[in-house]
T-cell receptor, first 117, second 112 residues
Framework: DAGVIQSPRHEVTEMGQEVTLRCKPISGHDYLFWYRQTMMRGLELLIYFNNNVPIDDSGMPEDRFSAKMPNASFSTLKIQPSEPRDSAVYFC???????????????FGEGSRLTVL | RKEVEQDPGPFNVPEGATVAFNCTYSNSASQSFFWYRQDCRKEPKLLMS???SGNEDGRFTAQLNRASQYISLLIRDSKLSDSATYLCVVNPEGSTLGRLYFGRGTQLTVWP
C-alpha cells in the first residue's frame, strides 16, 4: 500500500517567492495533519483537517501560510511570500480518527525540506 | 510552558547498555501518551503506546506517572539500530483525536 506521499521532497527558493507543498494522504484516512519541524522548535502542528474540513489552524504562524484540502486525496500548504525563517522540514500525516486516538498512530510522509535563501 | 518537555540529550551509550528517557507534560488532564522514533532525516514513526499500568514491547518498556506528569521509555540491551531520536507524544483529548503534542525529542546514539 502507498503511504502518505509528499512533494516536492526538497525545495530551495529565494525570499519572497511563493512555495506550494503537496500531500496525498493514505486512501480512506479521514484526518490530515501538516507539521513543521526545526531544530529549535521540534515538531509543531500547523493545521489539521477532518473529512477535508479545517478543524484547527491555530498553529499556522501567520497570514503568509495557508492550507487547503479540496478533496479527500489531496492537500496543499502554501507560503506566500516565503521568508528565510520558514526554512524547515514540512511533514504531512494522515490517520483514521479512532486509530490515532487509541493507538496514537499517525502515518507521516517523508517530508518536504524547504530552504528559503 | 511547552506542552511536552524532553531532555534533548544526546545520549551516547555502548551496545548492550540500558538507557532511559523521561518526558514531562503540562496538561494534567491528558489521557493518551505515546513514543515515536525518528531516524536521521526520516519521518517519525510510532514506537509504542504508553499505558497507565506500564507496558513492554520486547526490549522497550514504557511507563506513565500521572501524579508527577511524566512518561518514561526504557531500552534494555541497546542495539546499534536503536540509534535515533525518540519523541514523546501526548494527546490531551484522550478518546477523541485532536491536537497531538510532540516533544522535541531525545537523541540516542548506540556505539559498538
Amino acid at each position: 500500500d502507498a503511504g502518505v506521499i509528499q512533494s516536492p521532497r526538497h525545495e530551495v527558493t529565494e525570499m519572497g517567492q511563493e512555495v506550494t507543498l503537496r500531500c496525498k494522504p493514505i486512501s480512506g484516512h479521514d484526518y490530515l495533519f501538516w507539521y513543521r519541524q526545526t531544530m529549535m522548535r521540534g515538531l509543531e502542528l500547523l493545521i489539521y483537517f477532518n473529512n477535508n474540513v479545517p478543524i484547527d489552524d491555530s498553529g499556522m504562524p501567520e497570514d503568509r501560510f495557508s492550507a487547503k484540502m479540496p478533496n479527500a486525496s489531496f492537500s496543499t500548504l502554501k507560503i506566500q511570500p516565503s521568508e528565510p525563517r520558514d526554512s524547515a522540514v514540512y511533514f504531512c500525516a494522515s490517520s483514521l480518527a479512532w486509530l490515532a486516538a487509541n493507538t496514537g498512530e499517525l502515518f507521516f510522509g517523508e517530508g518536504s525540506r524547504l530552504t528559503v535563501l | 510552558r511547552k506542552e511536552v518537555e524532553q531532555d534533548p540529550g544526546p545520549f551516547n551509550v555502548p551496545e548492550g547498555a540500558t538507557v532511559a528517557f523521561n518526558c514531562t507534560y503540562s496538561n494534567s488532564a491528558s489521557q493518551s501518551f505515546f513514543w515515536y522514533r525518528q531516524d536521521c532525516r526520516k519521518e517519525p514513526k510510532l514506537l509504542m503506546s504508553v499505558y497507565s499500568s506500564g507496558n513492554e514491547d520486547g526490549r522497550f518498556t514504557a511507563q506513565l506517572n500521572r501524579a508527577s506528569q511524566y512518561i518514561s521509555l526504557l531500552i534494555r540491551d541497546s542495539k546499534l539500530s536503536d540509534s535515533a531520536t525518540y519523541l514523546c507524544v501526548v494527546n490531551p483529548e484522550g478518546s477523541t483525536l485532536g491536537r497531538l503534542y510532540f516533544g522535541r525529542g531525545t537523541q540516542l546514539t548506540v556505539w559498538p
